[in-house]
């Protein structure tokens, strides 16, 4: 009796043993599991809800909030300007809950107020314009094909023309001026009117230049950030490769000149021999 009191005491403990060998796998698995699932939402991106639009929109659009919609965006790539919320994209204090677009703005690309107007600006160039600049509309050749020309580009802008000294000359007259409307056209004639962003000083100097002799525009390009010297010129010689002599021009001698004096004789005036000098 007391041998099968003390096998089955063993099979018990054995039991228990057994039983508490797999509690303590299962936690550890348990334990594993939450510090994995911890660990990738460590390492996860943090984003948060952004606006951004359902359709491409260009310059002098108008955007809507049937035209916005919400995205998730990685917090720490957030670009400045970023519209977050709708009062700050359309204010309460403006009846109209519409904003004017001044630069391109494609779907899924965060809505940032910098490609918008002001809110309450209506559509035109004022609501363009930065404080203290001017629009000016360029009338210009544009060199090469490359298409057409798109509000937010960047031009230099050449002048040619003949100096007081009569020599024709081509120079760069502004470098990087940036391009806020492109008024509709025909492409056929090769000629290109744009509206660019000048200060006031600048309106003075393109419409003497204008007037002056022809533009023309040459393309930058959108990641150019190099600031280009605007004495850039050349003229005909740089065109040519001619070399022009200097014509050495040399002066007749001067002959020394001699005075005499003079006596009256009488009523007449006459030069003597005497020598004398001359003042």
Do not use: H
Not at 234 to 239: N, W
């Amino acid at each position: 009796m007391r041998g099968v009191f003390a096998l089955v005491l063993l099979i018990g403990m054995g039991l228990a043993g057994f039983a508490v060998y797999m509690v303590n796998q299962q936690i550890e698995q348990t334990e594993s599991q939450l510090r994995a699932a911890q660990a990738q939402r460590d390492g996860a991106v943090q984003t948060v809800d952004v606006y951004t639009v359902n359709k491409a929109f260009t310059y002098g659009e108008v955007l809507t909030a049937d035209d916005v919609v919400l995205m998730k965006y990685a917090r720490d790539s957030l670009p400045e300007g970023i519209v977050r919320n709708e009062e700050t994209l359309f204010p309460p204090e403006q009846p109209a809950k519409s904003r004017v677009v001044i630069l391109p703005i494609i779907p899924n690309e965060p809505l940032t107020q910098g490609r918008l107007a002001a809110p309450g600006a209506t559509r035109g160039l004022t609501a363009l314009v930065d404080p203290g600049m001017r629009a000016f509309p360029i009338q210009a050749r544009v060199t090469g094909g490359f298409g057409t020309l798109r509000p937010d580009d960047r031009i230099d802008l050449y002048w040619s023309g003949r100096l007081a000294s009569g020599r024709s000359v081509t120079q760069l007259l502004k470098s990087s001026l940036q391009i806020i409307a492109v008024p509709d056209e025909d492409l056929n004639t090769g000629i290109n009117n744009v509206i660019v962003q000048v200060t006031p000083q600048e309106v003075a100097v393109l419409t003497q230049a204008q007037s002056s002799g022809n533009l023309t525009i040459s393309l930058v390009g959108s990641g150019d950030t190099i600031v280009v010297d605007t004495a850039i010129s050349a003229d005909d010689l740089a065109v040519t490769g001619e070399i022009i002599e200097e014509v050495v021009v040399e002066e007749a001698p001067v002959e020394e000149k001699i005075c005499y004096s003079f006596v009256l004789r009488g009523t007449e005036r006459v030069q003597t021999d005497t020598v004398i000098p001359c003042d």
